[in-house]
């Protein structure tokens, strides 16, 4: 079998350029129409860059932490680049898709790979009505915000907000509020990945909020609606034996 044609896009940093540069002259760089896989070379933030880049592609995405995280990246290693990338498991993701409608009625759509997540940007605490699948589940949520997670990205800023680690593979969102006021006991909940939600701001015009879908902010946010998108489909490459199945499991038992 042929080796795999490989691109090699790079984050801005000294490091990740210079690591770009030795695996350039180790293995080449195949021009990106002719690429049969493209290693992203530096943390999650470029991770996520790279899979939004090429998310109409379907062209698989292997990861080398040239970062300071890199949950989505695979360990450097300048060794057998070409048999690490035959021997990689590919784990499929979903994106999340969010159609957000603000407050002068205009109406817009990203993709969230991580999640969704809505942010006061005043003093005031925002209020938020949860419905799902058009069944009222909570009337008013005063919080800081709201965030709405997929498997891949329950272990990133849901984490950070006390929210559920997911299994890779679970059918599943995680919706977690950050620092909730009332109700006072309302941890979040684990949604089927299926489920419409529909968030409603209550009072936009005073208590604004922004709604984001990973690095993509849609300000003034009135109403967002969140939906599986599964026309979609992110092919992450991991190494055998630290798929990213494993890693959840891992970052589970961390203390």
Same mark, same amino acid.
Do not use: Q
């Given at each position: 079998m042929s080796e795999k044609k490989i691109t090699f896009i790079s984050s801005e940093t000294k490091q990740a350029s210079d690591v770009? *540069?030795?695996?350039v002259n180790l293995y080449g760089n195949s021009d990106l129409s002719k690429a049969d896989v493209i290693v992203a070379l530096g943390g999650d933030g470029l991770m996520l860059q790279v899979l939004h880049q090429f998310i109409e592609t379907e062209i698989p995405i292997y990861g080398i932490n040239c970062g300071s995280?890199?949950?989505?990246?695979?360990e450097l290693n300048y060794d057998d680049l070409h048999n690490k990338i035959k021997d990689s498991e590919?784990?499929?993701i979903n994106p999340l898709k969010m159609t957000v409608t603000d407050i002068n009625n205009d109406q817009y759509t990203e993709i969230a790979i991580n999640e969704v997540a809505l942010s006061r940007?005043?003093?005031q605490a925002a209020k938020l009505k949860i419905s799902i699948n058009d069944k009222v589940r909570?009337? *008013?949520?005063i919080s800081d915000g709201l965030l709405i997670s997929t498997p891949a990205g329950s272990t990133a800023y849901n984490l950070s907000a006390d929210g559920p680690i997911l299994p890779i593979n679970a059918k599943l969102m995680a919706m977690t509020p950050t620092s909730p006021f009332r109700p006072r006991r309302w941890k979040g909940a684990l949604l089927d990945i299926n489920s419409i939600v529909e968030i409603d701001v209550l009072d936009p015009d005073f208590r604004k909020v922004n709604a984001t879908a990973d690095n993509h902010e849609i300000k003034n946010a009135k109403s967002i609606i969140i939906s599986n998108d599964e026309t979609k489909k992110l092919n992450i490459m991991f190494d055998s034996n630290?798929?990213?199945?494993?890693?959840?499991?891992?970052?589970q038992f961390m203390s």
């Open positions: 770009k *540069e030795k695996l995280v890199g949950f989505l990246m695979n590919i784990t499929i940007t005043t003093y909570l009337n *008013e949520l630290h798929n990213l199945e494993e890693r959840i499991i891992r970052e």
